[in-house]
Antibody, heavy 123, light 108 residues
Framework: EVQLVESGGGLVQSGRSLRLSCTVS????????INWVRQAPGKGLEWVGF??????????EYNASVKGRFTISRDDSKSIVYLQMNSLQTEDTAVYYC??????????????WGQGTLVTVSS | SYELTQPPSVSLSPGQTARITCSGD??????AYWYQQKPGQAPVLVMY???ERPSGIPERFSGSASGTTVTLTISGVQEEDEADYYC???????????FGTGTKVTVL
């Protein structure tokens, strides 16, 4: 069974940093891209960014709202993707999800989400 | 930045048909995906590549696309379909992902 588990959320003061982890189990992690998506309390989903697999260079893309402050990285040996969040602002308060989407050998979509981890930024 | 626009809410009775639209300039060139989210839960994929239904999703869910608008249709809506629905796609460069503004479906 494929599972994604986020960790590292919590309460942090504005201007400080926090690192989230997304641990993947149940499949060959290194072949997959991983997205980070967040949801502020009572608000909609917002794409944060993603990291490609090493096959595609392991490069990253970010939403303009976090570019320059957030960094996504991966450790394929541990099957973990990280979201380093610097210079946090109150508007970064949200539940943060990691997501993996791919097509299997039968060309069916496989879409997996973690349970989410809450980040609260206080002023 | 690229945006996908959805109506904020749709209210209907059980058995009626819900049509949720999603508008975006790049939709003629890029696929749309639809997610259902219930309170306190992670989103669930209910439609991919505009019109394809994942396994396990009821047949009452269908998708269509025309020009800059894609539509998720729920035929014969049931109380269990009450949820928030989000479209998702990428910009014209296929680099940046975006979610729609979300539509709350209420089954009265």
């Amino acid at each position: 069974e494929v599972q994604l588990v986020e960790s590292g959320g919590g309460l942090v003061q504005s201007g400080r940093s926090l690192r989230l982890s997304c641990t993947v189990s149940g499949l060959t992690f290194g072949d997959r891209a991983i997205n980070w998506v967040r949801q502020a309390p009572g608000k909609g989903l917002e794409w944060v960014g993603f990291i490609r697999s090493k096959v595609y260079g392991g490069t990253t893309e970010y939403n303009a709202s976090v570019k320059g402050r957030f960094t996504i990285s991966r450790d394929d040996s541990k099957s973990i993707v990280y979201l380093q969040m610097n210079s946090l602002q109150t508007e970064d308060t949200a539940v943060y999800y990691c997501q993996m989407y791919y097509y299997d050998s039968n060309n069916y979509p496989r879409d997996y989400w973690g349970q989410g981890t809450l980040v609260t930024v206080s002023s | 930045s690229y945006e996908l626009t959805q109506p904020p809410s749709v209210s209907l009775s059980p058995g009626q048909t819900a049509r949720i639209t999603c508008s975006g300039d790049a939709l003629p060139k890029q696929y749309a995906y639809w997610y259902q989210q219930k309170p306190g839960q992670a989103p669930v994929l209910v439609m991919y590549k505009d019109t394809e239904r994942p396994s396990g999703i009821p047949e009452r869910f269908s998708g269509s696309a025309s020009g800059t608008t894609v539509t998720l249709t729920i035929s014969g809506v049931q109380e269990e379909d009450e949820a928030d629905y989000y479209c998702q796609s990428v910009d014209s460069s296929a680099t940046y992902h975006v979610f729609g503004t979300g539509t709350k479906v209420t089954v009265l």
